[in-house]
């Protein structure tokens, strides 16, 4: 299958300026699309926990980026920064996984003695290297997914997707949403609907802005229409991402997914994660040990700056659930697709990091 990589791809959310890390604001669209310009990790790491920038992969590429920006401006905070960079938000392995690597890239240049002395000129070129080599991975990374998750649907295919995972959650093209882009390239989908996704509204603001600047059709849906529209039959397969992969295959991603993957079990739907190696976690037996990030009630309470609730009501807003694996169809990442994952499959193809 050729799904021509660069087709229905324009779209770049994290942009490293040499000395700042620029990033698209995504809380403020469609309406606008402002750049924020992070000077320093502090910056970064703001932009993660507000949202401003968001995806598991594309928190990861930030957060690497922010080192850097910390390396620049003085080698002796790196470690405070990478704690901080780390708390911003502690669901997505990927954060944690892209400041690992940058720790041992720091760890390699400092030596043994700990010294930052000898590395002031050397640590941010080697830190900015790394950071670039983990977001052009990633770019590679979703092409591929696209290729293999695209191959698994039958042409004429209608799919539901979730939240955004598109380029503005990843380093570009995405992927659950680069598995629909190379679908649609291919021919083998004929339908796009799109979840809104409670409270953040990431598929109605989010993902509908990238299919329609990208010259994708697609339909937006209330996340309650979802099982609804299962029912219809417009639908063959539910492809969303990932934020955090236990061994055994459970998946944390964006609350909602879990009951979009009850509801397709019932209809005879498949569903599909597509996620980088990355995101994997073998450490994490299963998705009960997944630590599930708790946001501000406010969220539910209202949207843009307009109470919708009565005064005196709360709310609880968990921001991600748990799929467990045995409702989960096919895994794909850019090493291969695991089909109804388990233990045993999963360590037959992540076995060795």
């Known amino acids: 299958m050729d799904a021509t990589p660069d087709c229905h791809d324009s779209i770049r959310a994290v942009l490293w300026q040499d000395d700042h890390l620029r990033l698209l604001d995504q809380r403020l669209l469609p309406a606008r699309e402002r750049y924020l310009d992070c ?15 968001r995806g598991a992969p594309a928190i990861g590429i930030a957060a690497a980026w922010g080192v850097v920006l910390a390396a620049q401006r003085d080698p002796a905070t790196l470690d405070a920064a990478l704690a901080q960079l780390r708390a911003a938000r502690p669901t997505a392995v990927n954060l944690m996984w892209a400041l690992d690597r940058m720790r041992r890239v720091i760890e390699a240049v400092r030596g043994s003695d700990g010294s930052v002395a000898g590395a002031r000129a050397e640590l941010p070129r080697v830190l900015a290297r790394e950071a670039r080599a983990i977001q052009d991975e990633d770019l590679a990374a979703n092409r591929r997914m696209g290729e293999l998750g695209a191959a698994l649907i039958a042409p004429g295919s209608g799919v539901l997707t979730h939240c955004n995972t598109g380029s503005l959650a990843t380093a570009g093209y995405g992927t659950a949403l680069g598995v629909i882009r190379a679908g649609v390239s291919s021919g083998r989908i004929a339908r796009v609907f799109a979840g809104e996704t409670r409270p953040w509204l990431q598929g109605a603001r989010l993902t509908m802005w990238e299919l329609t600047r990208d010259g994708i059709d697609a339909t937006l849906i209330a996340d309650s229409a979802a099982a609804h529209l299962m029912r219809t039959g417009q639908v063959q397969w539910v492809i969303v991402g990932a934020d955090r992969i236990a061994a055994n295959g459970d998946t944390a991603n964006k609350i909602g997914t879990y009951q979009l993957a009850i509801a397709a079990r019932h209809h005879g739907v498949r569903l ?3 996620a980088p190696s990355s995101t994997i976690d073998l450490a994490t ?8 990030e708790l946001r501000s009630g406010d969220e539910l309470l209202g949207y843009g700056g307009t109470r919708t609730v009565v ?3 709360r709310a609880w ?3 991600f659930d748990v799929t467990p694996h045995a409702l989960i169809d096919a895994l794909v990442s850019e090493r291969g697709v695991v089909e109804r994952p388990d233990v045993a499959r999963m360590a037959a193809l992540f076995g060795a990091r």
């Open 39 to 53: 000077r320093d990790s502090g910056e970064v790491a703001q932009a993660i926990r507000d949202l401003a920038v």
């Open 272 to 274: 599909m994660v597509v």
């Open 285 to 292: 037996a299963s998705g009960a040990d997944i630590d599930i």
């Open 311 to 313: 005064a005196g009501a």
């Open 317 to 319: 807003n968990p921001v």
